[in-house]
Each structure stands twice: as structure tokens, then as C-alpha cells.
């Protein structure tokens, strides 16, 4: 049997509706991924019984899958993994009666009920995880690159003899989208004090480099009900996360030259900020474009550090992301951030 590399990996995602159950990965679902480390680890609880001098047994304990699923970004094919995190979708709308359709993904209080089965083809087997949650993202970019995004995964188990999805029903998995990559220099930043009015060109701003982090804190608990029987052998498994404390957003920004106090400024003085990020890639049809958008009603500056070096002093910023008590102006909600845009998806992907 020859061996597999790593152009020969076929990843696909498909939502799921009963955790613990796989569905079966096809036409549409595959994604392009970079490579990942979603580790499945099991403790091993060791026969030390007195009278043995060395131990002779042992006991797998329960199973623990997580880890990154990262990948580029991409106008098309990642809406499911993000909705998913996100919590609220909804039907895209369609633009002009062309094959555009704009999106629009908010944050919810929670996701309960919202997971999906990941299977990746690795060539002699596929390697499935039944119900994977989708626990963080963090979109990055910097100039002269396409974006990445990496999706955090908590799964209940990780398998390589599915009788649900195979080599065979694999051959139904098609790919939406191989192309159109998010690219850094199709974006465009603006970013002005919370309360001033709505963002226009006169607040664009010029970093070299972001990143976003969103984290939601869920924890699965192992209660008994999910259980991996493989002959002999027994683990107990994780219910689906639940929220498990409060989640976490963080936004940063690195210019490439420091050039004023302005930052520093508003960092002394805690003034709050709003921005949006927006990508604006090829032609879908008519004169709609794909687009890519985050945006942030309330920032809040909590480290400005230009650091010295001999050449250009470059600036960082780091904000916390927060909730708002009241839109902005110019935006239309109250979430620490939401993300919208316009690519060829016609239907809900959390339906």
C-alpha cells in the first residue's frame, strides 16, 4: 500500500444535527486546509497494584481530541466553520438577481446544537471526527499574503474505521470553492473615536499586519452518556461544549513606522474606538464584487508599544473587542464584532 502526502489530503465539513452521530460528507463539502494538529489524547490509568514489581496493565482513559484546524481564507467554502462559531445566519440575500448573495454572520450567546462532522481523506483511510465543535477563530494577515483563518476544534472522538464516511462515499465530496483566496492588499481598514460619526475614507488606516482572535470558553463534560466501544475496550466521551465561562475577543494592529503620539494619546486617555475591516475581491457577477467584512462597534486600547530597533520603529496595538450598549453611527449592532460580506452561497449555513 503506498504511502500518502500531503497534497493527497481531502478535508470536508458537513453540519451535523445529533452529537456523537456522523453524517456523511458530499457533494459541496469539501475545504482546503493547511496542515493541522487536532491531537486525540486518552490517559492511561496504570495497574499499580502492590505485589507487582513492574506494572502489567493498564486502563485507556477518556478520550480528549483538540486542536487547530487552520486554512486560508477564502470569499467562498469556509461559511459553515464560521457560522458555526458565529451562532446567528440566516438566508443570504440575493444581489440584482445575480448569483451574488450577501451574508450576514452575528455572534450569539451561545451555539449549542450547532457542530459538524470533519472527514479528511487520507488516501488508504479516512480519518473522521463525528461531531466537532467549533471552539475559536483567529484571522490573520499581513501585507503581501492571503489571509489565514484557524479554526479551534473540540471533538468527541477521532476514527479511522467509519462505516459513514468511507473511501467510497468520499467519491461524492466535491469542492465549492478552490479559489479566491482573501488577499491583504484587497483590504481596506478605518478605524475613528466610538462616538464620532460613521466610518468614511478619511479614516482609513495603514497597518502592516492584524489579527483577531475570537475565543469562546466551552468545555464538554464526560457524563456517562458517550461512550467509544472498540472490542474489549471502553472510553468514556465528551457531551457537546457548553459555554463554560466568558468569551474572550482581542484585536491587534502593527504599523510599520511610529510616527506620532496619536495612539499613545488614546491610550492615556482611554478613548474608545470603532472600526471595520473590509476585503474586496473578484467579480462575481454584474457589478457585484466578493467581499469580506469585520467590524467592531467598541474597541478599547490596552497596549501601544513601539519598540526600539535600529531601523523603522514599528508601532503595535492591542485592543480588547467589547459589546456596545448602543450602535454606533454608522453601524447596526451591538455585538464586539460581526462579519458580513457577499459571495455565491444561496442558503443558510446553520439550516
Known sequence: MSGVAGVEIKAAIKKASAWGTAVACGAN???????????????????????????KDGTLGPIKVEGALPAYLRYDSLDVLIAEFMGIAGA?????GTTAYAFLYRLDTDTDGYFATLAVNMKNYIEEHPSAKICGMIIKGEVGKPLQITFDIMSINKVYDS????????????????????????GVF????????????????????????????????????????????????????????????TLKLDFPRHTSTTYLAALGADTRKKMD?????????????????????????????????????????????????????????????????????TTDPLA
Not at 459513514?164 to 482573501?182: C, D, G, H, K, S
Not at 457524563?223 to 465528551?238: F, H, P, R
Request: hydrophobic share 35%.
Open 29 to 55: 463539502n469539501g475545504i482546503l486546509i493547511l496542515p493541522r494538529s487536532i491531537k486525540k489524547d486518552a490517559s492511561v490509568d496504570v495497574d499499580n497494584s502492590l505485589g507487582n514489581f513492574w506494572a
Open 92 to 96: 443570504p440575500a440575493q444581489q440584482g
Open 163 to 186: 462505516v459513514v464516511n468511507t473511501l467510497v462515499t468520499y467519491n461524492n465530496v466535491t469542492y465549492f470553492e478552490q479559489a479566491n483566496r482573501v488577499r491583504f492588499s484587497e
Open 190 to 249: 478605518r478605524m475613528n473615536d466610538a462616538s464620532a460619526g460613521a466610518l468614511g475614507a478619511g479614516n482609513a488606516i495603514y497597518p502592516s499586519s492584524f489579527e483577531f482572535s475570537a475565543k469562546r470558553k466551552l468545555k464538554g463534560e464526560y457524563d456517562g452518556q458517550y461512550k467509544y466501544t472498540n472490542g474489549s475496550n471502553v472510553q468514556d466521551m465528551i457531551d457537546e461544549p457548553q459555554n463554560d465561562g466568558a468569551p474572550e475577543f
Open 277 to 345: 475591516i473590509t476585503f474586496t475581491g473578484g467579480l462575481i457577477a454584474s457589478t457585484y464584487y466578493r467581499k469580506f467584512m469585520l467590524s467592531f462597534p467598541h474597541l478599547q486600547l490596552k497596549n501601544d508599544d513601539p519598540a526600539d530597533a535600529e531601523g523603522a520603529i514599528k508601532e503595535p496595538l492591542e485592543f480588547n473587542c467589547y459589546g456596545a450598549t448602543a450602535a454606533p453611527t454608522g453601524m447596526s449592532y451591538t455585538e464586539p464584532f460581526w462579519i458580513s460580506g457577499i459571495n455565491r452561497l
